[in-house]
């Protein structure tokens, strides 16, 4: 970290320090508040003086009554000490400020009275505050005493979810995972117990956010080591955990979701696992059960390495086992945004004895759509809810727009129909049409009412539109058959009981995948063709509108009165 240049990584700014003042004594908070109280009303000034004059009357009067109806009880007094209250001799002495005289019953007790001590005097001079008083104190000490000095970038992606400084990022060099980890986790160092790998996947961009090249590395040298005698007894152990399982319908059963992630991950290269486990960070679901299992694998003297895609959940996962351990750590930064940490992070405080959790940057995957995508269209593709399909009835010669970033054309089918159900972020726009005008609509349509991109201009930045040919098959109408997933974006489903050709249109680049369906059933109904907009793009539309028409009245009103001064 550096304060010097804003322009370099790791800015930041040295905390300010604003004194306050604390009133201790009772007796200073009328000077204290003297400058506060200046502006007030004269009148409220004067009621409150009544009022405090009226209250010292009241009290004098309830001490001297007490003292008249005590006239016939015996005093404390000795005759010999009867005094004569009217007498000169006491307002001389009272003036003269001699202290000769002793007030045996109404002195307050001091020093050398019974067991009364310094200390008691000093503890009693002390400002009694509340329990509610002391435990607001306590809070904000401890607020205080967690507060750190973050950089520039980390303040900006914990406040407003997005990079401060997009010039400093690009200087930020991209992580090497062969060269920084890899090799660590099949020689570990020193007397090191053993070596737990645990990979990350987002349960809804599953195919897009699966590390396939770290596990293709892993999986590499798990094959050499095992032919050394020495590595193959301290080989890492793998645990897959798939976060995020709160965004998918709830109609998913947990037993199936299982067996399609095991098929998912072995399809996507991964070794022998030693354990899978569906997460959710956010509602801490399964959050216990997988510590448990971590800690019991990782032992006492282990290393816990936490690896997987950017913006998996990673950071997420992590700040879930400090609050569930209670770990006195300090709160990893977590931001939707591609690529939040930057370095490796040893966390402590959360596993047993002298094991260790080690948080690494994501890894980086150019192939998702949302790699391609600005801050505000990434905002439109994230998912933060629980899905809900959107289903339509596809004949032969239709197309499916999916925003402006997908297209998918029913070219040729032994049916009549098929059920396409589109699994992607409410915010995005859909459209249902004629193939022979898709192209046309695309081209009118592309960045206002198919969002995202954002913007008529935005298409063309992010690649070349280009065409994919795709043959399926299928045995059912009533349950889907097939997924094509968009990494970094969502899918299509498809429910067909036959066979077709269609054409899917995306950006060059963007990976595609065909694989069985992660949710069998479709949407409880149809969407009609046309337009299906968001309501924010709905909005926006109709506003632009509105000022378009305004202008087109101002303009002509302005026309017409031209041609009549010409007249």
Known sequence: MQDKDPNLPGYYQKRKVVEKTLVENVEDLDEYFEGELEGLDDDDDDVEEEEEEEEKEDFVDEVEGKFEGSDTEEDNLGKGDEFDWDSDEWEANFLKGEDDIEFDGFAPASVGYGNITDEIMEKGKRKRLSKAERKRMAREAQKEKEEVTVCARCHSLRNYGQVKNQTVENLIPDFDFDRLIATRLIKPAGNAGATVVVLVVDCVDFDGSFPK?????????????????????????LVLVATKVDLLPSQISPTRLDRWVRHRAKAGGAPKLNGVYLVSSRKDLGVKNLLAFIKELAGPRGNVWVIGAQNAGKSTLINAFAKREKANITRLTEAPVPGTTLGILRIGGILS??????????????????????????????IRKELKPRTYRVKVGQAVHVGGLMRLD?????????????????????????????????????????????????????????????????????????????????????????????????????EITLREPLVLDRAPFLERPGFWLPKAVSDAIGSQSKLESQKRKKFEESTDDLSEVSA
Not at 213 to 237: C, I, M, T, V
Not at 355 to 362: I, L
Not at 371 to 382: A, C, I, S, T
Not at 463 to 489: L, M, P
């Open 213 to 237: 090249r770290a596990a293709k590395s892993l999986f590499k040298l798990l094959e050499n080591a095992q032919n050394d005698s020495k590595l193959s007894k301290k080989l890492p152990k």
């Open 353 to 382: 004895a002298k094991a260790k959790m080690y948080d690494t940057p994501g890894l980086l995957h150019p192939y998702l759509m949302s790699m391609r995508l600005n801050r505000d269209e990434q905002k439109m593709v994230e």
């Open 410 to 510: 029913l070219n040729y089918a032994s049916v009549e129909t098929i059920y396409v159900t589109i699994w992607a972020s409410p915010n995005v726009s859909l459209h249902l049409g004629k193939v022979e005008n898709a192209d046309e609509i695309w081209k009118n349509h592309v960045g206002i009412r198919l969002q995202p991109p954002i913007g008529e201009d935005r298409a063309s930045e992010l690649g070349k539109w280009q065409e994919r040919e795709v043959e399926v098959s299928g045995s059912s109408w009533d349950v889907n058959t097939i997924d094509i997933a968009a990494a970094g974006f969502g899918w299509f489903s498809l429910g067909l009981k036959g066979e077709a050709s269609l054409a899917l249109w995306t950006y060059d680049g963007v």
